[in-house]
Nanobody, 124 residues
Framework: VQLQASGGGLVQPGGSLRLSCAASGRTFNGYTVGWFRQAPGKEREFVATIRSTGHTYYADSLKDRFTISRDAAKTTVFLQMNSVKPEDTAVYYC???????????????????WGQGTLVTVSS
């Protein structure tokens, strides 16, 4: 599956932004789809993921502000970002995999398919 991330941009602290990850060529049926982010000079970190069952998992530090969801057709996965902070500034990537086990959901190298990333800048 090919992934296309979009929705990034400049947002003020305290604002909201919704990112989208669209599947190209097929649906996300049977896939776990996750969001990761990478800030300048830092390692890529786990943000959230949604399994094919619909179960969702979050980084502990983000679960109160970010929400992952998908459309009914399973063609797009969203990341709703609320009350954003300057430290949320990063390139956000979506990723997908068909065979992740529960204990590996937060590990970027275990995802086989990646989108190109979308830049989120939180600044006044």
């Amino acid at each position: 599956v090919q992934l296309q991330a979009s929705g990034g941009g400049l947002v003020q602290p305290g604002g909201s932004l919704r990112l989208s990850c669209a599947a190209s060529g097929r649906t996300f049926n049977g896939y776990t789809v996750g969001w990761f982010r990478q800030a300048p000079g830092k390692e890529r970190e786990f943000v959230a993921t949604i399994r094919s069952t619909g179960h969702t998992y979050y980084a502990d530090s983000l679960k109160d502000r970010f929400t992952i969801s998908r459309d009914a057709a399973k063609t797009t996965v969203f990341l709703q970002m609320n009350s954003v902070k300057p430290e949320d500034t990063a390139v956000y990537y979506c990723a997908a995999d068909r065979s992740l086990i529960l204990s590996r959901l937060r590990y970027a190298p275990d995802y086989d398919h990646w989108g190109q990333g979308t830049l989120v800048t939180v600044s006044s």
